[in-house]
């Protein structure tokens, strides 16, 4: 049952977020993502100065005359948003939880492909794939996704990525673009093969979502701290220097394991924090990617 609290945040996502698409994402979006294949349309007569690759043999030996096949640009596309629901994106230190970003990042992207006619699909998921919504347009059906992502209860709290990349690969029959939202707290060696599968199949986008207190522990003094995903509870010495330099380490280097599994997959990244405007980098990455497609 919808609260009026929920339809509230609902409605107020669905403003901000559409008109962030009509003044700079929906243009953005088309040019990066629409014509990037050709689907069979019809044969037709060989014509003089079509290209002999394009000659379909079988019926040409049928009729008995050269015909070519036709190919058009392939307009409708699908979107489908993989979002982690775990117990860490339930965290923010700054102005609002990771998740709360989450769900406006899918709205935008959501509003950006139905805006070009486009599908939008929504899987999410933690240890366990606890939601699938099969990609639909329309305003309704986006609002439904936004809906789910405020208000869906997971039944777990671990995080399982292999497990979720493996889904999308079972249930999307077409290549889609594939936008992968987590903080990635996962080693990334136990999805780094899913993750290349994905993006061979699909084109694979993955937002990274942080926060400034993950890795930035302040001399604070004794602190109690529950992992979110284990409910584990630890009393740490935020006065000792040693401790917070070992703190510091281990998440540079898995920030480093992180960056590698991206590069050699080919997965393009975004980086969001929730101490930031998440328009700035999500419009440098549509700049630069549409950059890249000219080259």
Sequence with gaps: M????????????????????????AGEYQSVFKGRGMEFD???????G?????IDWNVTARTGEPYVKRYV?????????????????????VSRFKREIAAELAAVLSFAAITNNDKVGLLIFTDKVEL???????????????????????????????????????VLKRRSIVFLVSDFISKPELFRRELAVTNRRHDLIAIDLSDPFEGDIEDVGLLTIQDPETDEVVLIDTGDRAWRRD???RIHQHA?????????TGVDLIRISTSEDYTVPLTSFFKQRAKRIRH
């Design 2 to 25: 919808l609260t009026s609290d929920l339809m509230q945040k609902i409605r107020h996502i669905e403003i901000r977020t559409r008109k962030l698409v009509n003044e700079n994402y």
């Design 42 to 48: 019809e044969v037709r007569p060989y014509m003089h």
């Design 50 to 54: 079509d290209e002999i690759r394009t």
């Design 73 to 93: 640009e392939e307009r409708e596309l699908t979107v489908m948003l993989v979002v982690d629901a775990s117990g860490s994106e339930e965290f923010g230190s």
């Design 132 to 170: 699938i919504i099969p990609p639909r347009k329309g305003r309704r059906h986006v609002l439904r996704v936004i809906r789910e992502l405020l208000a869906f209860q997971p039944r777990s709290k671990g995080t399982d990525i292999k497990l979720a990349l493996e889904t999308v690969n079972q």
């Design 247 to 249: 703190f510091a380490e």
């Design 256 to 264: 480093i394991a992180k960056a590698n599994a991206f590069t050699k």
